[in-house]
């Protein structure tokens, strides 16, 4: 503890003797001070002891006093120690009742008590006090390295919570808890997701208070990583501002912590390398050799139904928008227990993950949430520049199918203009969206365009004649009947049909373009 007023008195070789304050001894002292100027605040900085003999001081002046007291009391001043034989026998009574008034501690010094010693007892104390706390800090900090290479994280939020007498709590790269000591503060940090998210957007290392006079404590964030963006960060939360030793374990589990995250990156880096290979093997069909070189990494991730997702970015989008996704999706993965490969190739990312798992589920919900943000973008915010396609279930010696598959879905995300598509959902629909495209628009416009100036003219109504008799598979007796003519005429139509085309609707391949010319092209029945 540092020196208070209260040690002070205490010191049997100061004789110290309250006469006002009696119940405001417990504040700290930062420092001793003597001055005998009428107004000393501008020099003072809040948690001194001033010591006067009342030389050029109207000590018997009650307004004066009064005036003076306030003054001191408002700059932080703890104490007044007041030096009794020197020009007053005793404390004037105007200062004494000016400082039962305001309730600032009047100490009386007495005539064989010279104001060094008061600051000699001071200056040892504050110097004791720091040596403590360095002394304290260095035991933390011995403990906190013990429990990070015996027990790991877990351990050392333990060791650092104790040494707090508060809580503290291990966030990932998404933002979410890894770890929380003791275990009931597990809940508390999960509510300041929000704020560690906050954080990871400022580069490090970055660090913030949250908390107040209104919230159950305060709470420091600090982030953990030497690169741009903070690989994870680190919450300590206690019922006042740690002081000299705590933050001397603070700082400690930082840097410990810093090094856990920068060897996980290096062990990290090393895993996609070897996740590399194995997913070469795997798409040229070895999945066996895949399973050598991968031996436990993927905790048997290849020998069971996974998903392959493949996401694209544009490199001239902001952000990382690749970076993002594969947090979401290892992050969810770690926390689930579940093995994910994960391999970056420069604009692309490529993952291979347990089908109906936690992994899958956060790729569906990362992009699902991109999805939402370019539908309906916040004012003056950037678009994201990810497609992502995900394959349908498969096992390793089918990888190099599925991974076609993902292929596919991205090509179509990226022709609708959408963030995510499954495979497995474009069987399920038209394929008539797929050929959303310009260039195949302008190939049935120019298909069609002579049909069409024909019936411009008012020479007949091929276009909807061809339409229907597609429609009834060529029976003309259907087509005719829905077009409400009789079915020679039909015929008719359809030889000038082929005539203007230059080409014979026998030939199912020129069936099947003219239909899906009329259906791409949005041309009306009649």
């Not at 000590?59 to 408002?74: C, F, Q, S, T």
């Not at 703890?78 to 007053?88: E, K, L, M, R």
């Not at 569906?364 to 916040?378: C, F, N, Q, V, Y």
């Amino acid at each position: 503890m540092p020196p208070t007023l209260a040690s002070l008195v205490q010191h049997s070789a100061l004789k110290l003797t309250v006469r006002a304050g009696e119940d405001r001894l417990d504040v700290p002292v930062r420092w001793a001070h003597v001055s005998e100027l009428a107004d000393p605040v501008p020099y003072m900085e809040g948690g001194e002891l001033l010591l006067v003999t009342a030389l050029k001081l109207d000590a018997e002046d009650p307004e004066a006093m009064r005036r003076y007291v306030k003054r001191l009391a408002g700059a932080g001043v703890v104490g007044i120690g007041f030096a009794v034989g020197v020009n007053y026998d005793e404390i004037p009574e105007a200062l004494l009742g000016a400082a039962r008034e305001e309730g600032l501690p009047l100490l009386e010094v007495p005539r064989r008590t010279p104001f060094l010693a008061i600051s000699k007892a001071v200056s040892a104390a504050i110097a004791a006090e720091q040596y403590r706390a360095v002394t304290a800090g260095f035991a933390a900090q011995r403990e906190l390295t013990r429990q990070a290479l015996t027990t790991g994280p877990e351990g050392l939020l333990g060791a650092l919570a104790a040494q707090l007498d508060g809580w503290a709590a291990l966030y990932d790269a998404s933002g979410a808890v890894v770890a929380a000591a003791p275990e009931w503060a597990h809940r508390r940090a999960a509510r300041l997701t929000a704020e560690v998210e906050r954080l990871r957007e400022r580069p490090a290392p970055a660090s913030s208070v949250v908390g107040g006079p209104d919230n159950e404590d305060r709470v420091e964030l600090h982030s953990l990583g030497t690169g741009r963006r903070p690989r994870a960060a680190l919450a300590v939360g206690t019922a006042a501002a740690p002081g000299t030793a705590e933050r001397y374990a603070v700082h400690s589990a930082i840097a410990l912590l810093t090094l856990t995250t920068e060897r996980s990156r290096s062990l990290h880096a090393a895993e996609q390398r070897v996740g590399a290979a194995v997913l070469r093997m795997l798409l040229a069909g070895e999945p066996d050799h895949a399973r050598t070189v991968a031996g436990d990494l993927y905790d048997g991730l290849l020998d069971a139904p996974f998903r392959v997702l493949v996401a694209e970015t544009d490199s001239a989008g902001d952000g990382d928008p690749l970076g993002g996704l594969a947090e979401a999706v290892e992050s969810a993965a770690a926390r689930s227990g579940e093995a994910v490969l994960a391999v970056p190739d420069g604009q692309r990312l490529v993952v291979l993950a347990a089908d109906g798992g936690a992994a899958v589920a956060a790729g569906l919900a990362h992009a699902g949430a991109l999805e939402t943000s370019r539908t309906a973008p916040e004012p003056g915010g950037a678009e994201t520049a990810l497609v992502v396609g995900l394959s349908a279930s498969a096992g390793p010696s089918a990888a190099a199918a599925a991974h076609r598959q993902a292929e596919q879905a991205l090509s179509v995300a990226r022709r609708r203009g959408r963030v995510l598509v499954e495979h497995e959902h474009l069987a399920a629909g038209s394929v008539l969206p797929l050929l959303a495209d310009d260039a195949v628009r302008a190939f049935a416009d120019g298909l069609l365009r002579a049909l069409r100036e024909h019936d411009a003219t008012g020479r007949g109504d091929l276009v909807a004649s061809l339409r229907a008799w597609l429609s009834r598979h060529g029976q003309w007796d259907a087509a005719a009947a829905d077009l409400g003519v009789h079915r020679h005429t039909l015929r008719y139509r359809m030889r000038r049909v082929e005539e203007i085309l230059g080409r014979s609707l026998d030939d199912p391949d020129v069936r099947m373009e003219l239909w899906l010319a009329l259906k791409t092209t949005g041309a009306e029945q009649p």
